[in-house]
């Protein structure tokens, strides 16, 4: 008899909502299962993340994808937070047709200066990016994400943290009960479903996921190849590139690129 087939895992998801009367948009979530696999994203790749990046960078994954969850589904979205203290940048980004979200922090080589900045770019297909720049106070992750609402959304937004990997956002729309919004706190989302006309509206899938591998990473480095191979190998036969996306390690050897720049040679590329 043939073997039974193991039913898929759940994906992780997050339920939209529309708050009737106080018209505002809601969406909460525990993020659990999204930490397993960024956490399995560490081990695979042996990275070491310093505590209070961590925390900052899960935190701030968690507004991301909460924020991926109430945009259009056509969008690839892409956050660099510049912290001055701690000195680190977040970087998340997420394509909003699949639900992939992914994100990284950089600690070394991060430029000091008089403020933190929130950068956002959005791409819609053939549409030229649209980049917002927002300089924010503090090290809160979800003050900037708030900030970055208030000044480039041009709509008010509120992150809350509900414990340690449940978060919530409330967004406002149109003609929204401003002093129910300024007032909510995290006892009343709790049991917001109870006390207000909470009706769903769509669920998402949120995934960790790149899209990184082994050949784009070589597309990435074939320009520096055929300008100067030295300069790129060092002497070395073998190097050890990260993607700048999530980190991701990939060993490229001189043998890789060559066979990869002859291919291209051999399309007329």
Request: net charge negative.
């Amino acid at each position: 008899m043939p073997e039974a087939e193991l039913p898929n895992e759940p994906a992780f998801t997050i339920v939209s909502s529309f708050v009737r009367e106080r018209n505002v948009l809601f969406a909460m979530a525990n993020f659990s299962d999204l930490y397993v696999e960024y956490y399995l994203h560490l081990k695979d790749n042996k990275i070491g993340m310093d505590p209070r990046a961590d925390d900052l960078l899960k935190t701030t994954l968690a507004a991301f994808s909460l924020h991926c969850v109430s945009r259009p589904r056509n969008e690839v979205l892409a956050w660099t937070i510049n912290f001055q203290d701690p000195l680190l940048n977040l970087f998340l980004g997420g394509d909003t047709e699949i639900g992939s979200v992914v994100g990284r922090a950089f600690t070394e080589n991060v430029k000091e200066a008089e403020e933190n900045v929130f950068y956002q770019e959005v791409a819609k297909g053939n549409k030229p990016i649209h980049r917002s720049v927002v300089p924010f106070e503090g090290n809160d992750p979800l003050a900037a994400v708030e900030a970055f609402y208030a000044m480039s959304e041009q709509r008010p937004a509120r992150f809350f943290r509900l414990d340690t990997e449940t978060f919530a956002i409330i967004s406002a729309h149109p003609d929204y009960d401003e002093e129910w919004f300024r007032d909510l706190t995290e006892d009343d989302l709790r049991v917001l479903s109870v006390t207000e006309q909470v009706n769903p509206l769509e669920t998402r899938i949120v995934k960790w996921e790149c899209g990184c591998n082994q050949k784009r990473i070589l597309q990435a480095l074939e320009p520096v190849w055929r300008q100067s191979s030295d300069e790129l190998f060092l002497g070395e036969e073998l190097i050890e590139v990260n993607c700048p996306r999530c980190a991701g390690k990939y060993r490229i050897s001189k043998e890789m690129m060559e066979a990869y720049d002859e291919g291209l040679k051999e399309k007329g590329e």
